[in-house]
């Protein structure tokens, strides 16, 4: 499981999400399938919940989805916005 870093704000405006990262002076945009795995990470979902979710919604292949959000994940924690709790 993940969990949004305690320094980071972020909001939805017109179906776009907006990340500030207070620390460090940056910002970071979201939008479409993107902005549905942060909110699902938000929300407490469990990595393997959060990709179950996406290939029900966007009857995509398992395999596609994996490498995508494990991409998506891995950039997010290497900026500093997410955690791995247990």
Request: aromatic fraction near 12%.
């Amino acid at each position: 499981m993940y969990k949004i870093n305690s320094t980071i704000a972020w909001q939805i405006y017109d179906n776009v999400l907006y990340i500030f990262d207070d620390v460090n002076r940056r910002t970071f945009i979201l939008t479409d399938v993107s902005i549905v795995i942060w909110k699902l990470i938000a929300n407490g979902y469990s990595h393997e919940a959060i990709l179950q979710h996406i290939v029900n919604a966007y009857v995509v292949d398992v395999d596609v989805v994996k490498n995508d959000v494990n991409a998506f994940v891995n950039d997010l924690i290497a900026n500093g916005l997410l955690e791995v709790i247990a």
